[in-house]
């Protein structure tokens, strides 16, 4: 980073502003309320803006952790590759698995600040509380998302590898079908279980249909290669009342990775055909 720029302009400030809450601010943009987080054991700090033309890896999109916690046993050099390697570990349970729109930006970045100055803390209680702060991040990107109604939590079970299960995961969420469903407030089946034999077929899955099963909120919808009986009415009301969407799709495979998505609504498309640049 040019921190030369950077220092020229504090040193302009003869009242630099250390507000919290003035930075979360500072950097939004459509977004409708500011987004920060802090883990747990108070390590880390976080702030992040977005609200449309998310679609990570990254996209429209600025996330800023900062802490001071040294690494039990690292050196600065030793810590600096960890800490590269835990931001992107982090980054792919979290910013990496959530999905708005499905539209990608040039204009996106997640900037981990340490100036290791701070107590120690172990490795592992590094990673925990860095990706506990860029969970709660990513879901309140999602959460703000432009016009949504609902927000979608997707877990899928399986055998795949993690990064093909996550971009499965966001393919079907992605789907104008299924969030126009999830909009709707309906359980359909088809739409997810269509997503999800399109992208196996673009990506050459070997998907056993006889092993997959879809529930919403616990409620079986499809499994044994169709759909199951149940009570439709009941799961209407229960998503129409519900702003989060519990949905499980298991696929047979005992690894686990959940992404988060919304609703296409008609506020989201007034939002963008009013908007011209």
């Known amino acids: 980073m040019p921190v030369e720029k950077i220092i020229s302009v504090i040193a302009r400030d003869e009242a630099p502003k250390q507000s919290i809450k003035a930075f979360a601010q500072a950097i939004l943009t459509t977004d409708t309320f500011m987004k920060i987080a802090q883990d747990s054991k108070a390590n880390f700090l976080g702030f992040a803006k977005g609200s449309g033309m998310i679609h990570p890896n990254m996209a429209t999109m600025l996330a800023f952790v900062i ?6 046993g690292l050196d600065e050099a030793q810590s600096k590759v960890f800490m590269q390697e835990t931001l992107k570990a982090a980054i792919d349970k979290s910013f990496n698995s959530i ?3 499905g539209d990608t930006s040039t204009n996106d970045m997640c900037l981990l600040m340490n100036n290791l100055t701070g107590a120690e803390i172990s490795e592992e209680e590094f990673m925990a509380s860095l990706t506990q702060v860029c969970m709660e991040l990513a879901y309140k990107v999602v959460a703000d998302g432009e016009g949504l109604t609902k927000l979608a939590i997707l877990k899928i079970n ?7 299960a996550r971009e499965l995961g966001r393919f079907i969420l992605n789907s104008s079908l299924v969030k126009t469903a999830l909009n709707g407030n309906d359980p359909n089946w088809g739409r997810i279980i269509a997503s999800l034999g399109q992208y196996a077929a673009q990506e ?3 998907i056993d249909m006889k092993q997959v099963k879809l ?3 616990g409620v079986v919808l499809f499994e044994n290669g169709i759909n199951t009986d149940f009570d439709r009415e009941g799961l209407i009301k229960k998503m129409k009342k519900a702003f989060e969407l519990d949905i499980v799709l298991e696929l047979g495979g005992s690894k686990s990775i959940t992404v988060f998505g919304n609703d296409l609504s008609y506020e989201y498309i007034r939002i ?3 908007y011209f640049t």
Request: no cysteine; aromatic share 4%; glycine share 0%.
């Open 204 to 206: 050459d899955l070997d």
């Open 158 to 164: 399986s055998n795949l590898d993690a990064a093909v």
């Open 272 to 274: 963008n055909a009013e």
């Open 215 to 217: 529930s919403i909120f």
């Open 99 to 101: 999905t708005v729109d």
């Open 67 to 72: 802490t001071d916690k040294r690494i039990k």
